[in-house]
Every structure is written in structure tokens, then in C-alpha cells.
T-cell receptor, first 113, second 112 residues
Framework: GNSVTQMEGPVTLSEEAFLTINCTYT??????LFWYVQYPGEGLQLLLK?????DKGSNKGFEATYRKETTSFHLEKGSVQVSDSAVYFC????????????FGKGTHLIIQP | DSGVTQTPKHLITATGQRVTLRCSPR?????VYWYQQSLDQGLQFLIQ???????AKGNILERFSAQQFPDLHSELNLSSLELGDSALYFC???????????FGPGTRLTVL
């Protein structure tokens, strides 16, 4: 079946540090890949997505590239801010939308001033 | 604000009871999804409806059921509640069946 694996954290960084959150997946076919962010006490917000191999999703300084050869979709940001502190979820959906999203367990990111 | 609304925001009830959670999708979205977020299971897909019809089932218990009404809002019914059903329940919507899902703020269910 489909699965998503990501580092759970917490990941603690200083402000302006470089961020990488690893995400790898197992899926049949050609899934779409997503990063969602959950701020404390809130629902999930779509951060970025990629729908085919070698696509790069980007938003708010975050980037992730769909790597089919390594089945990965790592999230990166060049300079994090305290306001980036949140839980980040990597997710996939099967091509054709035959079911819901499969999520990783989430990575808790803490940015210290 | 994603445009997806969920009510109530919080719900506290006792074991054995039945509750109904409500979701209104974004304007124009035909698909509604329900997810459960708990500390031990993480985020799990429960069920999907498209334009009133059930389209896909995930890890939904037999004690749980859902429906989507002609005005496209959806309800998730949870019955014979157990302590382990305490969780955040999210609704998401999308235009079709392969489009990006947008999540509501969630309903926090506490079963005492």
C-alpha cells in the first residue's frame, strides 16, 4: 500500500538557519506529492505540491522537488524564521484521486530566535 | 481561511454516545473528505464523497458513517463512542476527485 516516511523531530533550529525535512514515499503509479503545515491550534494549510516527476513546488520561500528515482520529496528553506515554527506533513495522493491523502507522521519544527 | 467550515469547534461527550460533525465545503467544490488526527495514529483518511455519492473508504470504523447532502455539505456520524475516538476530525474539500484538498479548522472531540 501507499506510505510516507518523514523525520518526526522535534527539529530545533536557530533563526536564519537552513532547513531540510526529509520525506520519502512508497506508492504505486504516479502519485501527487504535497507538503501541508499545521500551526498550533489550527487546521492544515497546503504549503506546496508537485504532480509529476522533476516538478518543483515552491511557496513562501519553501521548496520541494519530486524525485521519482529516489522516491523523495524533501522540504527545504534557505533561511527560517520564528514564524515557521509549526508541524509539517508530507502527503501523497494516488493518481486518479481514488482515495484520500496518505500522510507522514509530521515533523515538529521549532525555530529559536 | 481555506473556505471550508466545520461545526462545532469542540465537542465533549461520554462513552456510548452518538455525535454528528458537520462540514461545509468551499464554494464550487464537489468532493468532501473526512480525516481523523490522533496522537497514536496520526492523520488518517476516513471517507470521501463526491457530489453526494461515496467514492472511497479509508480506515473508517463500522461505528462511523457519513453522508453528503444535495447542498454538498457533509456530516460525519460517530456512534457508540469510546475513549479512543477522542481526536481532531478534519474535513477537506476539492473541486473534483484529483484536485488539491483544502482543509477546515477541525472539530476536537473529547470522549469522557
Amino acid at each position: 500500500g501507499n506510505s510516507v516516511t518523514q523525520m518526526e523531530g522535534p527539529v530545533t533550529l536557530s533563526e536564519e538557519a537552513f532547513l531540510t525535512i526529509n520525506c520519502t514515499y512508497t506508492a504505486t503509479g504516479y502519485p501527487s506529492l504535497f507538503w501541508y503545515v499545521q500551526y498550533p491550534g489550527e487546521g492544515l494549510q497546503l504549503l506546496l505540491k508537485a504532480t509529476k516527476a522533476d516538478d518543483k513546488g515552491s511557496n513562501k520561500g519553501f521548496e520541494a522537488t519530486y524525485r521519482k528515482e529516489t522516491t523523495s520529496f524533501h522540504l527545504e528553506k534557505g533561511s527560517v524564521q520564528v514564524s515557521d515554527s509549526a508541524v509539517y506533513f508530507c502527503a501523497l495522493s494516488r493518481g486518479g484521486g481514488a482515495d484520500g491523502l496518505t500522510f507522514g507522521k509530521g515533523t515538529h519544527l521549532i525555530i529559536q530566535p | 481561511d481555506s473556505g471550508v467550515t466545520q461545526t462545532p469547534k469542540h465537542l465533549i461527550t461520554a462513552t456510548g454516545q452518538r455525535v454528528t460533525l458537520r462540514c461545509s465545503p468551499r464554494s464550487g467544490d464537489l468532493s468532501v473528505y473526512w480525516y481523523q488526527q490522533s496522537l497514536d495514529q496520526g492523520l488518517q483518511f476516513l471517507i470521501q464523497y463526491y457530489n453526494g455519492e461515496e467514492r472511497a473508504k479509508g480506515n473508517i470504523l463500522e461505528r462511523f458513517s457519513a453522508q453528503q447532502f444535495p447542498d454538498l455539505h457533509s456530516e460525519l456520524n460517530l456512534s457508540s463512542l469510546e475513549l479512543g475516538d477522542s481526536a481532531l476530525y478534519f474535513c477537506a474539500s476539492s473541486v473534483g476527485v484529483i484536485d488539491t484538498q483544502y482543509f477546515g479548522p477541525g472539530t476536537r472531540l473529547t470522549v469522557l
